[in-house]
């Protein structure tokens, strides 16, 4: 389906407006997954023009995905990830673990940035960063579609990492979402060490649900924005 190559017309419209002259584009890749890290990309781009193809992730197939991640890691100004492990996951919650990581990720670059561009509408972030959040900003704003497809590219490949230990989960094919592969290894052998164990799956799975933890905290639970997908078995 065509699509609008990303520009860069946030960037530019932040450097105008706030005086910014380092800007940063955010994406995340597996909130929404069982198994896994949540992992953040943090690039910086300038303004120069991106490689051919550039769109968010999704949208991309695996194997031009691939290359083309290649490619921007060698073209972007600078990139960091930042990762927030499954434990942390269960001990914070969703939105606190994405905050968690993105940070992880602004540390790792050799600059900091005088302001951000989260893809969405929400800001996990918050202060003391200047944020703006653009609803699908992996389609529209260079930085954010790059940091969309190195996320992407990087965590599939650690989740592919654990196929061999884990064959019959198909990791190499789903990246810890949830597919009729994962839920069935899910039913007969249970969770692994890699696996979100506060999540609502194990609601449908009773000989594994004493393995689900409770989050103590009602501030930690509080934080939780959703985004679990694909509870039914």
Same mark, same amino acid.
């Given at each position: 389906?065509?699509?609008?190559?990303?520009?860069?017309?946030?960037?530019?419209?932040? =450097?105008?407006?706030?005086?910014?002259?380092?800007?940063?584009?955010?994406?995340?890749v597996?909130r929404? $997954?069982?198994?896994?890290?949540?992992?953040?990309?943090?690039?910086i781009?300038?303004?120069?023009?991106?490689?051919a193809?550039?769109?968010?992730?999704?949208?991309?197939?695996?194997? =031009?995905?691939?290359?083309?991640?290649?490619? *921007?890691?060698?073209w972007?100004?600078?990139?960091?990830?930042?990762?927030?492990?499954?434990?942390?996951?269960?001990?914070?919650g !969703?939105? $606190?673990?994405?905050?968690?990581?993105?940070?992880?990720?602004l %540390?790792?670059?050799?600059? =900091?940035?005088?302001?951000?561009?989260?893809?969405?509408?929400? %800001?996990?972030?918050?202060?003391?960063? =200047?944020?703006?959040?653009?609803?699908?900003?992996? @389609?529209?704003?260079?930085?954010?579609?790059?940091?969309?497809?190195?996320?992407?590219?990087?965590r599939?490949? !650690?989740?592919? $990492?654990? @196929?061999e230990?884990? +064959? *019959?989960?198909?990791? +190499?094919?789903?990246?810890?979402y949830?597919?009729?592969?994962?839920?069935? $290894?899910?039913?007969?052998?249970?969770?692994?060490?890699?696996?979100? *164990?506060?999540?609502?799956?194990?609601d449908?799975?009773? @000989?594994?649900?004493?393995?689900?933890?409770?989050?103590l905290?009602?501030?930690?639970?509080a934080?939780e924005?959703?985004? @679990?997908?694909?509870?039914?078995?």
């Open positions: 389906m065509p699509y609008e190559p990303p520009t860069h017309s946030v960037e530019r419209s932040i =450097r105008a407006t706030t005086g910014a002259k380092i800007v940063a584009g955010i994406d995340e597996g929404g $997954a069982w198994a896994g890290p949540v992992t953040v990309c943090a690039a781009t300038g303004l120069r023009r991106p490689p193809g550039l769109t968010d992730s999704k949208l991309i197939p695996p194997k =031009r995905r691939t290359e083309l991640a290649g490619d *921007l890691e060698s972007v100004t600078a990139h960091a990830l930042g990762h927030a492990a499954p434990e942390e996951i269960d001990d914070l !969703m939105t $606190a673990a994405l905050r968690l990581a993105a940070v992880r990720a %540390d790792g670059l050799p600059v =900091r940035p005088d302001a951000v561009i989260l893809d969405g509408k929400h %800001d996990y972030l918050g202060v003391p960063w =200047r944020v703006r959040t653009v609803i699908k900003g992996d @389609q529209s704003c260079v930085s954010v579609a790059a940091a969309s497809v190195i996320a992407k590219v990087r599939d490949a !650690m989740m592919a $990492a654990l @196929q230990e884990f +064959a *019959l989960f198909g990791f +190499a094919e789903n990246a810890g949830p597919s009729p592969v994962h839920k069935a $290894a899910l039913r007969e052998l249970g969770p692994t060490p890699y696996h979100r *164990l506060s999540w609502a799956y194990l449908a799975l009773p @000989q594994w649900r004493h393995l689900k933890k409770v989050r905290s009602p501030e930690a639970a934080l924005d959703g985004g @679990q997908l694909g509870f039914d078995f």
